[in-house]
């Protein structure tokens, strides 16, 4: 079901900067890629671009691009004759996604333990020591993720299985972790109790212990403790 809500409403913020130059899209991508995932672009809202062009104070031309980048990325979908609208979000695709992702990122993580070098552990503790200095809420009353915590937080994941050697399964995994940000910001609004910061350091001291079922154990109720959270706060499944 397509949104109503005008920009107005969606956005009540200041507009973000937005770089000038040759990396201007690549900028506007990511500020609109941000928007959607924390829904002040809401699912199904369609993104006209004049209107996007003032709020972000860029060109029509930039913001197209980026818009066809969000699209190539599934953040965003294009309509012939009605233009881009952000992609609704929806229990079955939550379950999807996760279906599939408990597929690949434990298959990723065996391998990248089994081929992982000091050089790897390095890499996997810095991110790790980075993420557990960062405040996980930018906001504690309303439940939102911080943007520095987020990108620890992925930097995190894709640490643990970079010494993977294949180059499909970690391009795959990158994918559907990407897919499934949104539904983690969703999953943060619960009120369930969940100690991250421990499942985390369980999961990385399982990787440099070089115990691959246990790691693959614990990323795996880590990834469905999220799925969980969110679908429940996602609303009923369709029939």
């Not at 539904?183 to 399982?206: P, T």
Request: hydrophobic letters at 40%; charged letters at 25%; glycine letters at 4%.
């Amino acid at each position: 079901m397509k949104s109503d809500i005008t920009f107005a409403q969606a956005i009540p913020h200041e507009p973000p900067a937005v770089e000038h130059g040759s990396t201007m899209a690549s900028a506007l991508a990511e500020t609109i890629r941000t928007d959607i995932i924390r829904g002040r672009l809401a699912p199904g809202m369609r993104l006209k671009v004049q209107e996007l062009a003032r709020l972000y104070d860029s060109g029509t031309i930039p913001v197209r691009e980026a818009l066809s980048r969000l699209t190539t990325s599934g953040f965003v979908y294009a309509l012939d004759r009605r233009g881009f609208f952000v992609k609704e979000i929806s229990r079955e695709e939550l379950l999807d996604l996760t279906r599939v992702r408990l597929m690949i990122e434990p298959a990723a993580l065996r391998d990248s333990i089994e081929h992982g070098d000091i050089a790897w552990e390095e890499h996997v503790l810095s991110a790790h020591h980075r993420m557990s200095r960062l405040r996980i809420h930018a906001d504690a009353m309303k439940h939102e993720l911080d943007l520095d915590w987020e990108a620890a937080h992925d930097n995190f994941h894709r640490q643990l299985i970079s010494a993977c050697s294949s180059a499909w399964l970690l391009q795959f995994a990158d994918t559907l972790r990407d897919q499934t940000t949104r539904y983690r910001h969703i999953s943060v609004s619960s009120r369930q109790a969940r100690d991250v910061a421990a499942e985390h350091a369980a999961i990385l001291d399982a990787c440099l212990a070089r115990k691959p079922d246990l790691a693959v154990g614990l990323i795996c109720d880590h990834i469905n403790t999220t799925a969980s959270l969110a679908l429940s706060e996602t609303g009923p499944a369709k029939q």
